[in-house]
């Protein structure tokens, strides 16, 4: 039998589901600003505090129950774990779209894209490598019930030619 030819062209997939209700827990936890801290960048926190990082006072009550019951009794962390676990899911799945790289999570930084002209507010866009001249990659996140869905499509620059590495290439 023949071996299938490969993919022709230099793109990768990654994708990732992250559950909310985890999310939530995390960062209404005694080490929730530091989880935040260690997920999102400084440019990322800058972008969203007027809105998804408002300061917020601590949940008053039990956080027991179905997530049903924490986005009724804390809507506004309810809104800002949906965000943050959107981020998340968008950084893991750039990870995996691209695996030739050693990132972390200060490494992706998950943005609106420049120019955006169209209704909304525009697909993200995460650039790898930090926003400092990284490589941009397509994103959609998706929210639904307790899980926020991630999937990027990544360019791997050492195929063919096509740019080297960026010095980020892994061993």
């Known amino acids: 039998m023949k071996a299938p030819s490969h993919f022709p062209l230099p793109l990768n997939i990654g994708t990732d589901i992250c559950q909310v209700s985890r999310i939530f827990r995390l960062l209404t936890g005694p080490r ?5 801290h260690r997920v999102l960048t400084p440019e990322e926190r800058a972008a969203a505090s007027a809105t998804q990082l408002r300061p917020l006072p601590a949940p008053a009550g039990p956080l027991d ?8 009794n804390y809507p506004e962390w309810w809104q800002r774990s949906t965000f943050v676990a959107g981020r998340f899911a968008a950084k893991e799945a750039a990870f995996k779209a ?11 930084v998950v943005s609106k894209p420049e120019g ?5 507010s525009g697909p993200p866009v995460a650039v790898v490598g930090g926003a400092g001249g990284g ?5 959609s996140i998706s929210h639904d019930g307790d ?6 499509l990544g360019f791997d620059r050492r ?10 290439a892994s061993s």
């Open 116 to 120: 955006w002209e169209g209704h909304g």
């Open 65 to 72: 129950g179905g997530f049903e019951a924490l986005r009724a």
């Open 159 to 168: 195929v063919g030619g096509l740019g080297g590495d960026g010095g980020r």
């Open 147 to 152: 899980y926020a869905t991630a999937v990027c």
């Open 32 to 36: 929730g600003t530091r989880f935040l």
């Open 135 to 139: 490589q941009s990659a397509l994103l």
């Open 98 to 108: 691209h695996p030739f790289w050693r990132l972390g999570f200060g490494d992706v």
